[in-house]
């Protein structure tokens, strides 16, 4: 960014637009990772489910 005042207003309409830009596809980034975690913490829970059955059955198994 520049800090002088005579590019900042030369230039104003670009930096917006960079910036928004900028700011858009990070939020757009956070979402996608928000998404993602959501489906492995999912994914994490069915095959915690999964192994806590066959800890049963072995356990059964056992006795």
Not at 16 to 39: H, K
């Amino acid at each position: 960014m520049p800090t002088d005042p005579d590019d900042v207003r030369a230039y104003a309409d670009l930096l917006r637009r960079d910036a928004e830009t900028y700011f858009d596809d990070v939020e757009r980034y956070f979402r996608c990772l928000d998404q993602e975690r959501r489906e492995v913490f999912e994914q994490a829970r069915e095959v915690g489910e999964d192994y806590a059955r066959v800890l049963e059955f072995l356990d059964y198994m056992r006795n």
